[in-house]
């Protein structure tokens, strides 16, 4: 069973390993960021009133982002296992998801922190030129990261879930970095 919480600032290459990591193992990629775009492409009720929280690059209410989560991680395709990129985020979200697992009975997931310096993210977001990626709503989402993200480090190291890896690296190195240290789980 393969579970993976990706923690890491934006721009870290939560979404590029994540995505490989789960072709490689055949288990979904489940990025909170991906289905809200979605929703908010396609109009849906949630993507109405995510919007203009995605827009500037504040959290979206915690409310709405987990029932997003429940939903998708109870469907068929995660029966052996699911790689979540960018949920959770919040300490409130955390105890949450780890209610949920618990509900369904699937304990202890690996959570992965991809520890990579600002200035580093800040230019790599920069030139990845997505809608929330101009200058103003790249240094909100940093701040709210370091705020309100970066307190479940010490949440899940209390825990023994966390494993800190290099993301300052090429992908090609991340990746074997993590295929390493997943299979030696
Ligand atoms: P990401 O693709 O992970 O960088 O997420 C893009 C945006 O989606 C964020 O800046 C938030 O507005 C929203 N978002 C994604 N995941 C969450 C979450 N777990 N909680 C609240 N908002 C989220």
Same mark, same amino acid.
């Given at each position: ?7 890491? @600032?934006p721009g870290a290459g939560k979404g590029t390993?994540? #995505? ?30 995510? #919007? ?19 939903? *998708? ?15 959770? *985020? ?16 699937? +304990? ?9 310096p600002d200035d580093v993210v800040v230019g ?26 970066? @307190? ?7 825990? +023994? ?17 993590? +295929? ?6």
């Amino acid at each position: 069973m393969t579970r993976i919480i990706f923690l890491g @600032p934006p721009g870290a290459g939560k979404g590029t390993q994540a #995505k490989t990591l789960a072709q490689h193992w055949g288990v979904p990629h489940i990025s909170t960021g991906d289905i809200l775009r979605e929703a908010i492409k396609e109009q849906t009720p949630l993507g109405i009133k995510a #919007k203009s929280y995605v827009d500037t690059g504040q959290l979206v209410p915690s409310q709405l982002v987990q029932d997003m989560v429940s939903e *998708r991680l109870q469907k068929a395709d995660t029966s052996s296992g699911w790689i979540l990129d960018g949920f959770p *985020r919040t300490v409130e979200q955390a105890i949450f998801l780890d209610n949920l697992l618990q509900e369904m009975n699937q +304990k202890g997931a690996m959570v992965i922190n991809l520890d990579v310096p600002d200035d580093v993210v800040v230019g790599r977001l920069l030139s990845r030129g997505r809608k929330d990626d101009t200058e103003e709503v790249i240094r909100r989402r940093l701040e709210i990261y370091r705020s309100e993200t970066t @307190p479940l480090i010490d949440y899940y190291g209390d825990r +023994k879930q966390l494993v800190v890896i290099n993301g300052n690296q090429s992908p090609s190195e991340v990746n074997s970095n993590l +295929k390493d240290l997943i299979i030696s789980c």
